[in-house]
């Protein structure tokens, strides 16, 4: 069984603060590598992709790679409350499975 | 450029009956994938599409089934509800052939809710 495992949270930082959202995948050969937002009662949305180790930076969001360690964070800068959601890890397998397998997501409260 | 569309946006069924929810992927989108959400669960793939053609299929019953058209729109259909359907059901296109580097975009979802 394929798994992503993200720490169901609440996450609570005051505003300005940097979150720290972290996720760790079972499949040694999965590829791509997804952050989702979602707000109460609306659908996720897509926030950044990562591919190769390391680190990619996309205004306030970082999203950090390590495949060695099967481990994905996703750090927020100038934390808003307008970011208080759940954000979700999903996960591509390699090969040709077509599909992504999403953790259950962190709660995000951001306190002004 | 349009988002995923999907209707209806609320559904509220009886046990036993079935139900059918449609969705239409970004224009140029021809893979389509279907998941459901439960606040227990999170999201549960429950399958995927790509030119009309079911490329993989997730652990769910075989009262789920979906289709996709030529035109890359695609349906779902659960039949014989139960009250566990009662969940998100969530419609999601990718670009290219749909393969691993491809992101999904979501549609608003259907809320379906059996009694």
């Known amino acids: 069984q394929k798994e992503v495992e993200q720490n169901s949270g609440p996450l609570s930082v005051p505003e300005g603060a940097i979150a720290s959202l972290n996720c760790t995948y079972s499949d040694r050969v999965s590829q791509s590598f997804f952050w989702y937002r979602q707000y109460s009662g609306k659908s996720p949305e897509l926030i950044m992709s990562?591919?190769?180790?390391g680190d990619k930076e996309d205004g306030r969001f970082t999203a950090q790679l390590n495949k060695a360690s099967q481990y994905v964070s996703l750090l927020i800068r100038d934390s808003q409350p307008s970011d208080s959601a759940t954000y979700l890890c999903a996960v591509n397998g390699g090969g040709s499975n077509y599909k992504l397998t999403f953790g259950k997501g962190t709660l995000l409260t951001v306190n002004p | 450029k349009a988002g995923v569309t999907q209707t209806p946006r609320y559904l509220i069924k009886t046990r036993g009956q079935q139900v059918t929810l449609s969705c239409s992927p970004i224009s140029g989108h021809r893979s389509v994938s279907w998941y459901q959400q439960t606040p227990g669960q999170g999201l549960q793939f429950l399958f995927e599409?790509?030119?009309?053609?079911?490329?993989n299929k997730g652990n769910f019953p075989g009262r789920f089934s979906g289709r996709q058209f030529s035109n890359s729109r695609s349906e779902m259909n659960v039949s014989t509800l139960e009250l566990g359907d009662s969940a998100l059901y969530l419609c999601a296109s990718s670009g290219g052939s749909g393969a691993v580097n491809s992101p999904l975009h979501f549609g608003n979802g259907t809320r379906l809710t059996v009694t």
């Open positions: 990562i591919y190769s180790n």
């Open positions: 599409y790509f030119s009309e053609t079911q490329r």
